[in-house]
């Protein structure tokens, strides 16, 4: 592969990532996951304030992790690909395995004390 291509490839794939290091996008992806909403409805149902969410969607939308449809006044957000949320998975199911790992490490120093 071309260096410069690979380069391109990592930097979009470095930017898909920082859509997801942010614990309040992972809760509007997650909430996305379960339906289309609005601003105001995923604000109230995230519970965090609508500037915020506002704010997170931007980002996401830059990402192209989330799409904007119109529906007369309101536009409803959704998630643009649900692998979306089996990556979000696959990395929680890897932080269980790191605080597992972790918490024996953890038994195992009280043992030895």
């Known amino acids: 592969m071309d260096n410069n291509l690979r380069a391109e490839i990592d930097r979009l794939h470095a ?3 920082s859509g997801l290091a942010d614990p309040n996008r992972i809760l509007i992806l997650y909430t996305l996951a379960e339906n289309a909403y609005n601003v105001s409805d995923l604000a109230l149902k995230v519970e965090l304030p609508q500037s915020t969410v506002s704010r997170h969607l931007k980002v996401l939308r830059d990402r192209d992790m989330v799409t904007a449809q119109r529906d007369g006044q309101s536009v409803f957000y959704s998630l643009s690909d649900d692998r979306i949320i089996q ?3 696959l990395l929680r199911a890897m932080l269980a395995s790191s605080l597992e790992n972790q918490a024996a490490l953890a038994r195992s ?3 030895a004390s």
Request: with cysteine; charged share 0%.
């Open 15 to 17: 930017q898909i990532c």
């Open 87 to 89: 990556a979000l998975n």
């Open 109 to 111: 120093v009280q043992i």
